[in-house]
């Protein structure tokens, strides 16, 4: 859950309402059900509504201080931006990160050189569970899964609700194409 412009009090009613849909998948359709509700860069919130974990960037929380916050069954990720990166956290508290820019950004101008696929692997490498973020789209969703990523995230692709399904077909597409070649 990301909106870097809303207020406290919405931030808080919307983990609510996920925290409840995702609740209600469980108990109704547990094949689709919502697995997890993540909140960006807010520990204090994550406590408060009782959400699964925290994406710290680098404006947030140390990692340190977040892990002893919300305990030992908090997911924790972190958005990091090279190898070293990654295979330092690795040794550290986190549970996850988002590795960006994998290909230039979809959302916005590039600020960093895109890292590649190489790099993309070598991260995976690192024992630590790797989402691949920048650029991504369909057919990228799929390279980065035979890259080793755990999974994609995606800003850019979702730029309006009228195209949001579309994208999101296509990238489930893309991802279990991914899949499907990395096992066989």
Excluded at 41 to 54: I, N, P, T
Excluded at 60 to 77: D, I, M, V
Excluded at 142 to 152: E, F, M, P, S
Aim: hydrophobic residues 45%.
């Amino acid at each position: 859950m990301r909106d870097r412009n809303l207020e406290d009090f919405r931030l808080w009613q919307i983990a609510c309402a996920l925290l409840a849909a995702r609740d209600d998948c469980d108990r109704v359709d547990p094949a689709n059900a919502i697995r997890r509700v993540i909140v960006n860069k807010r520990s204090d919130l994550v406590w408060a509504v009782g959400a699964d974990g925290v994406h710290l960037g680098f404006d947030a929380l140390e990692q340190e201080t977040s892990r002893a916050f919300l305990g030992s069954n908090a997911l924790l990720g972190a958005s990091l931006h090279s190898v070293a990166e990654v295979e330092s956290a690795a040794a550290g508290t986190i549970d996850y990160a988002h590795l960006a820019p994998i290909w230039d950004p979809l959302s916005k101008p590039a600020t960093r050189p895109a890292l590649g696929l190489g790099r993309l692997a070598a991260a995976c490498g690192s024992g630590l569970p790797v989402l691949a973020q920048g650029g991504v789209d369909a057919d990228h969703a799929g390279d980065a899964i035979r890259a080793g990523a755990a999974g994609v995230a995606v800003t850019g692709l979702l730029r309006s609700k009228s195209e949001a399904c579309d994208a999101i077909r296509t990238l489930r597409e893309g991802l279990d194409e991914g899949r499907r070649s990395a096992i066989g």
